[in-house]
């Protein structure tokens, strides 16, 4: 018997196409051409990159907060941030670097982004060097790897991270004054956590204060209002 095998490669910038050909004696079979996308595999290569880059500086960053060393802290978790600019880790862990250097705008700023991301069922990641006109299939890979960096809505993680970041921003508001902006977030965070006898007991606290500010009986500064639970030293990870 005798056979003979033929491929045909049909290859441009966008798709590569493999079809083979087998014959043998009285019979022929042809294997179906299948598609690959190169620019969607590129493009997902590349954000697989910018993820352990931005995991790296994350993972530095969070070392340094553990040790007390802020500034360095701040850096690298902005480094990150630009790297991967919807990671809520990092920016929740920048939120609260800024309130222990005391920089209380600055902590609510990055509280709220974290915050606007986490709220949100699905989002993409930015990516400075693509065009405006991004292509669908990159776009479709953006938002699979912002659901790779963020808990699942609903979930116990997604839960303790909205939790953390919304009390830190509470607590900002709190020592600028802002006790209403503060019991709503309190409020908030004892909402989504029915069971947390603390928390109902700060978003009490936090509401006497807010009824005393209204009276003329309070005045409100840095050092009184850091007695309610802020969770300042609290990572996201």
Known sequence: SSSSSSSDENTDSNTTTTTTT???????????????????IQSEHKLLL??????????????????????????????????????????????????????LT????????????????????SDKSSSSSSSSSSSSNNISMLSAILPPVGSEKRVKWITTTILRRGAAYAQQGHLDKAVSDYSYASGINPDNAALKSDVNKMKNALEAQRAGHLNISPSNAGTISSGSSDKTN
């Open 106 to 125: 600055g902590c609510i700023v990055d509280a709220t982004s974290a915050l606007n991301i986490l709220n949100k069922s699905t989002t993409s990641i």
């Open 50 to 103: 910018r993820l352990v880059e931005m995991d790296t500086l994350k993972k530095k960053a969070d070392s340094n907060f553990g040790e007390g060393e802020i500034d360095t802290a701040m850096r690298l978790y902005s480094q990150a941030l630009d790297v991967i600019n919807v990671n809520v880790g990092c920016l929740s862990n920048r939120s609260a670097c800024k309130m222990a250097k005391g920089d």
């Open 22 to 40: 087998t014959t043998t004696t009285g019979a022929t079979t042809t294997v179906a051409s299948v598609p690959f996308d190169l620019k969607a």
